[in-house]
């Protein structure tokens, strides 16, 4: 588990730092304009379930807005489906609404949205890649904005379920069940949707439900080194022409899908200073890559550096001289933490 503190005080550095902590957890687009900067307090966690995120965001009064950019790659788009704790104004896209406690809502990453409270407050959200949620929900687009009150009907189910599972991600339980969990909230979501606006919301489509099958059955295997389109497609009791092409459908091919995941998770564990005695190959090799070579060239042309640069720049920004240094402490009173299996997220610990 992720978790990120910011303290009061004040600086430019300050500013870039929970900006960072903002855009690692929810996407490169977001930004914080604090009401009062030098008292501005503001902790999230976050927990990693597959290729879906779930968070819990506790700040000051501040207003939240994203910053559209055009997209590098396809696979950066992603969808935010949260709750709030408090009375809260959304634009989004152009468009106005008002949550209350317990509602929720569906953010689009590209979409230009500014959040404004009236006071302090908590979200707990779920953040999905797109073409996950397509499995489910096949025109996310429109089901962007609209107001789903979590206080009757189906909505409340999907409230409750959140506010849940992040319980259960505190208290160690998460880890066994949260790829079931993550599917039956998204169902219940899109019978949300459906209920919503039966004219605009389609039935989930085969091909989708198989796609979302297909990644399902690679997060389960992704540290496998002998994960491969043929040994999925045997597993699966399809053929590896008809698992290639139902996949291409999102623009991307299964091998590339795969290198990513697996690339996303040694970053994380590159990161991570619980992790820093570890070697950079074990790590790699513990994600499934089987050569240290391929595992560097790779590293190097999705993130721009080295997995050991990558590796020496997050541990000192986070105030590492050297694995194996205790932490400094920072004057921008900023804290990015991994914390260890079975730690309670409300444990920080010093990156």
């Known amino acids: 588990m992720l978790s990120f503190q910011v303290e009061s005080g004040a ?8 900006n960072q902590a903002m855009r690692e957890v929810y996407g490169p687009r977001w930004a914080l304009n604090p009401a009062r900067p030098a008292d501005f307090r503001m902790t999230v966690h976050a927990v990693q379930i597959g ?5 819990r965001a506790s700040l000051s009064q501040a207003e939240v807005s994203t ?9 950066e788009r992603s969808y935010n489906l949260y709750i709030v704790d408090r009375t809260q104004r959304l634009m989004l896209g152009g468009q106005s609404l008002m949550l209350q406690p317990g509602d929720f809502t569906l953010a689009d990453s590209v979409l230009p949205s500014t959040i404004v409270t009236d006071g302090p407050y908590t979200t707990i959200g779920l ?3 797109a073409s996950f949620l397509r499995a489910y929900v096949p025109n996310p687009d429109r089901a962007v904005g609209i107001c789903f009150p979590g206080s009757e ?19 160690g339980t998460l880890a066994t069940v949260g790829n079931r969990l993550v599917t ?6 899109s019978a949300c949707c459906e209920l919503a606006d039966p004219q605009r919301h389609t039935q989930t489509s085969s091909a989708a439900a198989r796609r979302a099958q297909i990644r399902e059955a690679i997060q389960v295997r992704l540290r496998d ?7 999925l497609a045997r597993e699966l009791g399809l053929s590896t022409r008809y698992v290639q092409m139902i996949f291409n459908e999102d623009g991307d091919s299964i091998s590339r899908y795969i ?8 970053r994380r564990e590159l990161a991570d200073p619980a992790l820093r005695e570890h070697s950079v190959t074990g790590i790699a090799f513990r994600w499934g890559f089987n050569s240290a070579a391929h595992f560097c060239r790779v590293f190097h042309a999705q993130y721009g550096m080295s997995p050991s640069r990558f590796r020496e720049q997050a541990l000192e920004n986070a105030g590492y001289e050297r694995p194996g240094v205790p932490p400094q402490n920072t004057q921008s009173g900023f804290t990015g933490a991994a914390v260890a299996p079975g730690m309670r997220s409300g444990a920080v610990v010093s990156r």
């Open 11 to 18: 600086g430019t550095a300050r500013r870039t730092h929970w």
């Open 153 to 171: 009907g189906l909505p409340r189910v999907v409230s409750l379920m959140l506010q849940e599972m992040w319980r259960m991600a505190e208290n």
């Open 51 to 55: 290729s879906v995120t779930l968070s």
């Open 225 to 231: 080194p002998e994960l491969s389109l043929r040994s």
């Open 259 to 266: 290198r990513h995941q697996r690339l996303e998770g040694c």
């Open 67 to 75: 910053r559209p950019q055009p997209l590098r790659r396809t696979s």
């Open 184 to 189: 039956s909230l998204l169902e219940a979501f």
């Open 127 to 129: 953040t999905v890649p």
